[in-house]
């Protein structure tokens, strides 16, 4: 039995909305692995905090900290990872665990930093002990490695969907605290939003997405992609050369430089299939891969594959959705 910390963030990156996000509850599972019936101590940051505080204990919690600051509006890297930190101090925990989203990552690389300890990003499983023993991701998934962290305190971050949340029904007590901050702490921080122009399906939660690459051809290109979308209530997606062509913003982007996402079903369309990108698409149970060209390296991770040109195959899907539908 060991004490844990784990950072909670909340979803969309908006501490307003007061909802732990999924990958954070992965984490919390992680964490409580790894305590073997030890404390398992939450930290959630900044406004919105305390609502997503409240459901916690029933996913692992026993004791969730509330860190509110006047300053803590918006993310705050260096403020996240002194508050992880000191507070990983206060309570002597043997272990410090985080999502391995782009924001956990960043922040646990510099709570390691500040604590001089090793890091270990995007575990894919965990044995606990008094050598932490993890599995993790290399090479945007290509590789699993196992390894030891030989450390006094172990710093961690899970894959996303790589390791189940753990519904437990419990309940956590809420204590709320002022972390001690200083400017340097604020020197980097998020000072606005660009919102994405889509509709409320989050690419990084959606249970079906539907995904473009380069055979789209152009930023108009993507219109039956987002119809098709559209009528099966799903996200779109894109791989990066989508992105760099300026045809979607990165926030669609799919893959190792990406969002790493676990859909029920992902339909590929004129996406070559690129390690970098299959690398995000590790957790979805179901791939469909529409690709002119059957010998694509998507052919070999695909369930389902329609060989064929995107611009015919996506409106007939739509239309046979459509006449179901009305028929
Ligand atoms: C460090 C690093 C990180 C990276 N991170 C990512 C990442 O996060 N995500 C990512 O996606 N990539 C990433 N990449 C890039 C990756 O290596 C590939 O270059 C990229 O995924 C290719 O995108 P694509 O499949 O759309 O294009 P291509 O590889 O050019 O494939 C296009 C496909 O479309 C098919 N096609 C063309 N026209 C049609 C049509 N009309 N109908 C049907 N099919 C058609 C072709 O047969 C082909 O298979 C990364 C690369 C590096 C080096």
Redesign the pocket.
Known sequence: MRAVLCLVTVADGAAASGVADEVSLQALAAASALASGGAVHALVIGEGGASAAADLGAWGATQVHVATHLALTSFAPDAWARILADLADTLGVAAVVGPGSDAGNTVLARVAARLDLPFAANCTAVVPGDTVVVTRARWGGSLLEEAAINAPRAILTTQPHSIAKTSTGGSAAVVTFAPTLDDADLAVRVVGHVEAAKGGVSLAEAKIVVSG???V?STDGFAPIEELAGLLGAAVGC????TISGWRPHTD??????TKIAPDLYIA?????????M??VKGAKTILA????HE?P?MTGADYAVI????TVVPAISAAIRARRTG
Do not use: E, F, W
């Not at 064929?308 to 611009?311: E, H, P, T, V």
């Open positions: 690459g380069r055979g051809g791989s990066r050369a989508v982007q799919v893959g190792q430089t990406g369309c004129g996406i070559s299939g690129a390690t970098q990108h690398a995000g529409i690709n002119k060209d694509a998507i064929g040109d995107l611009a």
